[in-house]
């Protein structure tokens, strides 16, 4: 079984491969994070792929029509959010209205209501707006004027954030620490860019590209997960990891607990992506800077995280 969702999941990611010019290693971590449960930010620059590579996740699924409905709503496979300062939250999440000819209360369903949502630029959003993804991430659902909506599974979200401009809102620890993983995709090589301009100069690049997976194979692997063995003294190594950074000299702010939960998620999924049905300790160390580096903030500015984690990696030993 292990054999083969490998084997499906390898469909899944050369298929994106395909039309996306991607590293296979950070295709394989979104994949993961997907499959876990969580969401991805992605810390990079204009044009190098974003859009694309979600929309190629979203169109890489056979969608069935029970997967798509959510409660009273209806979800799309692939939703695109642009932001920008003026958007507001009822812009994204959804709002009531009266219809004129009934008086008739009627929800207008917004973006997020999409089994893949781009979050675009994410910082350009105010600090309300940026609120309103808080519940969505977390309690995938959406409450409007005391009305619950579900969100269905699969939900995920891949954020883009830009790392420098002007008119950016930080955005809160508590939102950075509910995305699982933060990666940034970068620029290709000479020949992969020469290969993107020969293929994407042409209208009909993604002419052919269809679906390899059921949606229903993607909602059991995540059931997968929670299946996945994970050895005390790895759980404790990851503990280790997570609590160093509240006694290291050079972070000021530290990981929650929860960095802990989701890189144990992370590393689970990840076995699964390799068959494998147990969590080597070095699926910890592999993922633990791309998991934690958006969790910390470091007291000096010139000093990266992924720098004081590399340290942590180096001084925690297994089985402390």
């Known amino acids: 079984m292990n054999e083969q969702v490998k084997q499906s999941i390898k469909s899944l990611s050369d298929n994106i491969r395909k039309i996306i010019s991607v590293d296979e290693k950070k295709l394989e971590y979104i994949i993961a994070a997907w499959i876990a449960g969580g969401h991805v930010i992605l810390a990079d620059s204009h044009g190098v792929g974003k859009t694309s590579l979600a929309r190629a996740l979203a169109q890489s699924i056979h969608w069935h029509k029970k997967d798509m409905q959510a409660g009273e709503s209806v979800m799309d496979g692939f939703s695109r959010i642009q932001c920008t300062v003026d958007l507001l939250p009822q812009d994204i999440l959804g709002y009531n209205r009266f219809l004129g000819s009934s008086g008739e209360l009627i929800f207008n ?6 089994h893949f949502v781009l979050c675009d630029e994410i910082n350009l959003l105010t600090p309300k707006t940026q609120g309103s993804f808080l519940q969505v991430m977390e309690e995938q659902g959406v409450t409007i004027e005391g009305k619950h909506y579900p969100l269905q599974d699969p939900f ?22 509910r995305f699982m993983i ?19 100069g042409k209208s009909n690049a993604w002419e052919g590209f269809g679906s390899v997976i059921e949606s229903g194979d993607l909602i059991g692997w995540k059931k997968m997960v929670d299946l996945v063995q994970i050895h005390p003294e790895v759980s404790s190594y990851i503990v280790s990891c997570v609590r160093q950074t509240r006694s290291h000299p050079d972070i000021e702010s530290p990981a929650s607990p929860r960095a802990g939960v989701r890189i144990s998620r992370l590393v689970r999924s990840l076995a699964i992506c390799r068959g494998l049905d147990y969590v080597p300790i070095d699926f910890v160390k592999e993922t ?12 000096d500015p010139s000093i990266s995280p992924e720098t004081v984690l590399e340290k942590i990696l180096d001084t925690v030993a297994v089985g402390e």
């Not at 933060?182 to 994407?200: D, F, K, N, T």
Request: aromatic share 8%.
């Open 288 to 299: 633990f800077i791309p998991a934690m580096a958006h969790r910390i903030i470091t007291r």
């Open 109 to 114: 369903r917004g973006p997020i209501f999409a």
């Open 182 to 200: 933060r990666l940034s995709l970068g620029y290709p090589s000479e020949i992969e860019e020469r290969a993107i301009v020969a293929m994407h």
């Open 156 to 177: 995920f979200i891949i954020a883009t954030m830009n790392l420098r401009g002007a008119h950016l809102f930080p955005l809160p620890t508590p939102q950075l620490d």
